[in-house]
């Protein structure tokens, strides 16, 4: 029989809804519950797409005995990490400080009533193993602790929830920025870079695509430093970028990445496939190939987000939460190949493409095979005295036929939630695409994305609404949610030139600033002023798998602040920066973000202004053939006499007229502006010589797909 979970909207709730276990959702009933009953809450919190998670689901929540203990001694609740990331984060950072460090998920915690934690978690067997106490065990110890040692439990959960509401609440005085802070960045990043594989550290490897983004930001400011203050930084990035597109975390066959690689090599995934990591990697190749022109990055961006376009895309306009790893109850079923299979489904062609992606009779994984290329393409054409465009041409023949008996496969299972934050960078990064690559394809995807949020996930008072799952919206959003959607619909303005979405930015901005912004001091709470108390409220500065909501908050301020030429923004926006540069010289490594909102203080920042009397196209030729590079100091506005000036651009445009019909340009910055540019010639020969001044690279190549 169902529990409570089948009336949620949740993925990974509804996998729960016919657990034996009397699960709740997390709410007023759950918690009114704990403290009529009088008894200890347990805290489950997953999402759809866990291993972990799967496996104790069935080996201790299917498990009748587990399930009946439960039920009689405990209240009982699952969480769903990516619809409530606030519960995650306190819970997280409680079981982390309990254990001494190390968290994961599944998170397993246990509550008072009160909702204050005096143990916790992630993983156990449903019996003891391996030197891990069994879950049962675990139950008995705990429920015998809160019943025969309540004072102490109490007064330790106490203690718990003062030490994290403290460290939550901690911080320095606010600081101004400076270059050291992005050259002892790099330096760190230089140390624990693997200088083999590419990637930070060694296994499980994540692909950090912001630490990546940021080494790109920190190489344009010292391109051709040898003295010692950073090195080797576009060797780190573009080592990155190749081996992990060659290796099995990619896929090769429908494009995307796996969520991170439990090897240094990149080449045995975990499987499951999020939508955050696959925007913010398209975006980090996408740029890669604005700033160096190599086409192998074009290529992978494109595959990355046209997995995107066709597999994660709801019929409404938005983006998918994630894949699942498992299908039929295995790891990875779905991707990998045996040889036999490879063979069988490409005749002739067979033993070339199995030597060119690595597949064996033996495997590479358990005995079946990861597709990955031990080598790129060119080099194993050279190596095989094969032409390289026969090559590839082979290889993409061979790929569309293994995908199309994979697509015969059960898939993964999908969380279709569609989520603000999320989605917010899928259409940044296809913003991004979209003015690389002058595509009106990805500039639609981006467009409808952000269309389907604007319309969908807000309330009635227009506040948005983190999650939305078939036809409802529901949870109020937090700080990322605002901070990424500002900071998208800016790359939008930036991709097509309508003026709405700055209309729009203006107002999430004002909300943002009335809900979240720190009345008594600088920076932006998690959750708004409007939420319901939890045990704390803190300032998220340093990123996860996705920005912080703090860095990106300071980003999109910096943006639209000068695109709009307000002051008040860009100010908002260096506090915020300043209140965390205290805890950036402390841990660097883990704010990427944040410092490249430092390096956009840094530097003087261009806003260029091109007026027309009217839209004949040449603006936009002219601002995109200039946007194509890598351009990250670098703003474009467009105004045309004939249409009426919308309100949040009436600082940056007033009284910047098209002089003598003809398209000029007005180079602004520190909010003052150069003595008009007047003609399509000058206009060219300035902006070139200009971008050249700054750093900034010639034009890439036009790209080409395989």
């Known amino acids: 029989m169902p529990n409570r979970l089948a009336a949620e909207s949740s993925p990974y709730l509804l996998q729960h809804a016919n657990n034996p276990v009397d699960w709740h959702a997390w709410n007023d009933e759950a918690l009114a519950r704990a403290k009529v009953e009088d008894r200890p809450i347990f805290l489950s919190i997953g999402y759809a797409a866990c291993h972990w998670c799967h496996v104790m689901e069935h080996e201790s929540f299917e498990n009748p005995a587990i399930a009946d203990f439960l039920n009689r001694n405990f209240i009982s609740i699952k969480v769903d990490r990516e619809e409530r990331p606030d519960l995650d984060h306190i819970y997280m950072q409680a079981v982390m400080a309990l254990r001494g460090g190390g968290g994961g998920w599944p998170l397993s915690a246990f509550l008072t009533p009160e909702q204050e934690i005096f143990f916790g978690g992630t993983y156990w067997p449903p019996t003891s193993r391996h030197g891990m106490p069994g879950f049962d065990h675990v139950l008995t110890r705990v429920l015998e602790a809160f019943?025969?040692?309540?004072?102490?439990?109490s007064s330790h959960a106490s203690a718990v929830t003062a030490h994290l509401r403290e460290s939550l609440a901690a911080a320095g005085p606010p600081l101004a920025a400076n270059d050291t802070l992005l050259v002892g960045t790099a330096r760190i990043l230089e140390r624990n870079f693997d200088f083999q594989n590419g990637g930070f550290g060694s296994a499980p490897k994540f692909p950090h695509p912001m630490d990546l983004t940021l080494l790109m930001r920190i190489q344009s400011r010292w391109p051709n430093s040898d003295s010692g203050r950073v090195v080797r930084l576009r060797e780190m990035v573009e080592l990155s970028l190749a081996r992990m597109a060659h290796g099995g975390i990619f896929d090769h066959l429908g494009g995307g990445f796996a969520r991170y690689s439990v090897d240094a090599e990149w080449l045995v995934p975990?499987?499951?496939?999020?939508?955050?990591?696959?925007?913010?990697l398209a975006g980090a190749y996408?740029?890669?190939?604005?700033?160096w022109g190599v086409e192998f990055y074009s290529v992978i961006a494109r595959k990355t987000l046209d997995y995107l376009l066709r597999d994660m895309?709801?019929?409404a306009?938005?983006?998918h939460s994630s894949e699942d790893a498992d299908s039929e109850g295995e790891e990875g079923k779905f991707y990998v190949w045996s040889h036999a299979e490879v063979l069988d489904t490409l005749g002739e062609d067979g033993p070339m493409i199995c030597?060119?992606?690595?597949?064996?009779?033996?495997?590479?994984?358990?005995?079946?095979?990861?597709?990955?290329?031990a080598q790129s393409m060119e080099q194993f054409a050279q190596n095989s005295g094969i032409d390289h465009k026969q090559l590839r041409t082979l290889?993409?023949?061979?790929?569309?036929?293994?995908?199309?008996?994979?697509?015969?496969?059960v898939r993964p299972a999908k969380d279709d939630k569609v989520l603000v934050n999320w989605n917010a960078l899928a259409i940044d990064a296809f913003a991004k695409a979209a003015i690389a690559f002058d595509s009106n394809e990805y500039l639609v995807a981006a467009t409808e994305s952000a269309e389907f949020v604007w319309s969908n996930m807000r309330d009635k008072a227009g506040r948005l609404l983190h999650v939305y799952r078939r036809g409802f919206a529901k949870q109020p959003a937090f700080l990322d949610d605002y901070s990424f959607l500002i900071n998208a619909f800016v790359s939008l303005y930036q991709a097509g030139w309508d003026n709405r979405w700055l209309e729009r930015c203006k107002i999430l901005t004002e909300q943002m600033i009335a809900?979240?912004?720190?009345?008594?001091?600088?920076?932006f709470f998690y959750t708004s002023s409007n939420s319901p108390n939890l045990l704390a409220r803190w300032k998220d500065l340093h990123d996860s798998s996705i920005p912080s909501g703090n860095s990106m908050a300071a980003v999109s301020l910096l943006r639209l602040g000068l695109l709009c030429q307000n002051e008040n923004w860009i100010d908002r926006g260096r506090r915020t920066v300043e209140r965390s540069v205290s805890g950036l010289q402390q841990s660097p490594a883990a704010a990427a973000q944040m410092l490249s909102a430092v390096d956009m203080l840094l530097d003087d920042r261009l806003l260029v202004v091109l007026t027309m009397p009217t839209d004949d196209g040449i603006a936009k030729t002219v601002a995109r053939k200039f946007q194509r590079r890598w351009s990250p100091h670098l703003e474009f506005l467009l105004h045309f006499d004939d249409r009426p000036l919308p309100d949040v651009l009436r600082g940056a445009v007033a009284n910047k007229p098209s002089i003598n019909s003809q398209l000029t340009a007005y180079l602004c910055e520190s909010f003052a502006c150069r003595a008009p540019i007047v003609g399509l010639p000058a206009i060219e020969s300035t902006l070139e010589k200009l971008l050249i001044e700054r750093r900034i690279l010639a034009d890439p190549a036009a790209p080409k797909t395989i």
Not at 286 to 291: E, F, G
Not at 359 to 370: A, T
Not at 395 to 409: D, F, H, I, P, S
Not at 515 to 523: H, K, L, N
């Open 147 to 153: 019943r025969e040692r309540r004072d102490e439990i």
């Open 270 to 280: 975990h499987f499951e496939k999020m939508l955050y990591d696959n925007a913010l």
């Open 286 to 291: 996408v740029d890669a190939w604005r700033a």
């Open 313 to 315: 895309r709801d019929a």
């Open 317 to 319: 306009g938005g983006f």
């Open 355 to 373: 030597k060119l992606y690595d597949v064996s009779s033996s495997g590479n994984f358990e005995g079946q095979n990861i597709l990955h290329l």
């Open 395 to 409: 290889a993409r023949t061979a790929r569309q036929k293994l995908l199309e008996v994979r697509n015969g496969r």
């Open 515 to 523: 809900d979240f912004a720190d009345p008594t001091d600088d920076g």
